[in-house]
């Protein structure tokens, strides 16, 4: 049975975001694999609270998982028709009953390597086909239907095609391009791939939502992207050529003398790229960094004898 990740937090059901973000960062702080070193029990449970934090911290997958547990966040799983043929099962016409979010039915669309077969129950059939049968109808066109995806950060920038075969379909998988600079929430229609017609028309298309993993390290703004780079102190006063990476390789940047915390240099063209559009650019924040040992320490005493003046002296709201 999937562990509660409300309980792998240690919040409750009814917890607010804050709420979470705190316990997610209390747990993290003690479960780091960077202070338990060789702890697999520790290094399992960070993972744990990782996926429990990616989930209840995005207000949409929460809702779904509220509702239909950890199959609500598979990988094109369709509300609407989950609820739509939890609703048909409760009503008889199922060869499977309902049951709130502990139901089991398999997503309308599975990846082709994960297996699936449906056969107990053609989720396309059970809530599409059964048009009257013997009688004359003119034909009309299937209806659309709805699904979600998830792709990685890097593949939204560069762009993916992706497989999906619609559960019960015998048929080669469908091969489902992502254009380059897909956004969170974008939506990408593939004609001909939704519900088939009750009456023997033309089928309705598949709409699907493409919703973006965040990256560990940028940050995106439309088409601009962000990135916090490391430099040391050294680097920081003197000055510096240093390596940076971008979307299409590693570059050279120099690093100003006397550079502060938060300087922000600007890479043109590096960011996002989209067809037929401009691309954006990518900002890269210095961030000095401080070594912590026994020999920095006293070199900071040795400064904070010559510090003048107080650098906070115009910090005024």
Do not use: C
């Not at 599409?128 to 004359?136: K, Q």
């Not at 690093?255 to 037929?276: D, F, I």
């Not at 960094?289 to 003048?308: M, N, R």
């Amino acid at each position: 049975m999937a562990e509660d990740l409300y309980a792998v937090l240690g919040v409750s059901k009814t917890a607010e975001a804050d709420a979470i973000k705190k316990a997610y960062r209390n747990l993290a702080k003690d479960l780091h694999p960077d202070k338990n070193p060789g702890n697999k029990q520790a290094e399992t449970r960070f993972k744990q609270v990782n996926h429990a934090y990616q989930v209840l911290s995005s207000e949409q997958k929460r809702k779904l998982y509220d509702e239909f547990g950890e199959e609500g966040l598979r990988d094109g799983f369709d509300a609407n028709n989950a609820r739509a043929y939890r609703q048909y099962s409760r009503q008889g016409g199922g060869a499977r009953s309902g049951g709130g979010s502990g139901v089991s039915w398999e997503d309308l669309f599975n990846n082709p390597q994960a297996g699936g077969g449906g056969e107990a129950s053609d989720l396309f059939g059970d809530l599409f086909g059964r048009a009257g049968r013997g009688g004359r109808r003119r034909q009309t066109r299937g209806p659309d239907l709805e699904s979600e995806i998830s792709i990685d950060f890097m593949s939204s920038v560069r762009g993916t095609t992706l497989e999906l075969r619609p559960q019960g379909r015998t048929s080669e998988p469908i091969k489902v391009r992502i254009p380059a600079g897909a956004e969170d929430g974008s939506r990408v229609r593939i004609a001909g791939q939704g519900g088939p017609s009750p009456s023997g028309g033309p089928a309705g298309d598949l709409l699907l939502e493409v919703h973006v993993e965040r990256h560990a390290l940028l940050q995106r703004d439309g088409d601009d992207l962000h990135l916090d780079v490391p430099i040391t102190l050294v680097e920081a006063y003197r000055g510096a050529k240093i390596t940076v990476p971008t979307l299409d390789g590693s570059v050279s940047v120099k690093v100003p003398a006397r550079t502060q915390s938060g300087t922000t240099v600007r890479l043109r063209g590096k960011g996002v790229a989209r067809k037929n559009k401009e691309a954006g650019d990518l900002y890269l924040h210095f961030q000095i960094h401080i070594p912590i040992s026994d020999d920095v320490a006293k070199l900071i005493d040795e400064l904070d004898d010559l510090t003048v003046g107080d650098p906070r002296k115009d910090l005024k709201l």
